[in-house]
């Protein structure tokens, strides 16, 4: 069964600095990615998603994350964050017929 | 519409209360779940309807019970809960399976007593 981790529970950076949140997957097929982010106290929202195609996936609110299948690995950047990015962001794993995945999670929070 | 609602926003209910929590998408969506997540971890499967068939997570205690009147409705029955079951809980959709994005609704907080 597939599996994801995220590599750092927490990320402090400055305002107007880039991020990278890190995660990796294990699967023995092939895999659809997704990243969610949640404020607090509300659901999760679908930042982008690697479902096939192009490796490097852009999604909403400037974030971009790109699919490395050697690596197996998944990593979410943004070029320049803002205070509103402040949340948590959760990468998550599924295959064909089974259930979604989800990493720990990341907190990430921008500074003035 | 692309939403998931949930209502009621926030509940609170004594160990003794029986409640329903209720979930509703008009996305023509064949897939439904029910997650619970607790305070900075992420949501946790408890059950899917696919084509109005119930899968269940095998480690979900039988005081919760998940009801699909059709296939925009999707409610979750509780009974005799602990305070461990306070969380939040979210709903989802998605059009076919976990292979295509699943769209979460707001949660309903809840609080057992």
């Known amino acids: 069964a597939q599996s994801v981790t995220q590599l750092d529970s927490q990320v402090p950076v400055f305002e107007e600095a880039p991020v990278e949140l890190r995660c990796n997957y294990s699967s023995s097929v092939s895999v659809y990615l997704f990243w969610y982010v949640q404020y607090p106290n509300q659901g999760l929202q679908l930042l982008l998603k690697y479902l096939s195609g192009s490796t490097l996936v852009k999604g909403i609110n400037g974030f971009e994350a790109e699919f490395n299948k050697s690596q197996t690995s998944f990593h979410l950047r943004k070029p320049s964050v803002h205070i509103s990015d402040t949340a948590e962001y959760f990468c998550?794993?599924?295959?064909?017929?089974?259930?979604?995945?989800f990493g720990a999670g990341t907190r990430l929070t921008v500074k003035p | 519409d692309t939403e998931v609602t949930q209502t009621p926003k926030h509940l609170v209910m004594g160990m003794t209360n029986k409640k329903s929590l209720k979930c509703e998408q008009h996305?023509?969506?064949?897939?439904m779940y029910w997650y619970k997540q607790k305070a900075k971890k992420p949501p946790e499967l408890m059950f899917v309807?696919?084509?109005?068939?119930?899968?269940i997570n095998e480690s979900v205690p039988s005081r919760f019970s998940p009801e699909c009147p059709n296939s925009s409705l999707l409610n979750l029955h509780l009974h005799a809960l602990q305070p461990e079951d306070s969380a939040l809980y979210l709903c989802?959709?998605?059009?076919?399976?976990?292979?295509?994005?699943?769209?979460f609704g707001p949660g309903t907080r809840l609080t057992v007593l």
């Open positions: 998550a794993v599924t295959e064909v017929d089974n259930d979604m995945r």
């Open positions: 309807y696919s084509y109005e068939k119930l899968s």
């Open positions: 996305m023509g969506h064949r897939a």
């Open positions: 989802a959709s998605s059009s076919q399976g976990s292979i295509y994005e699943q769209f």
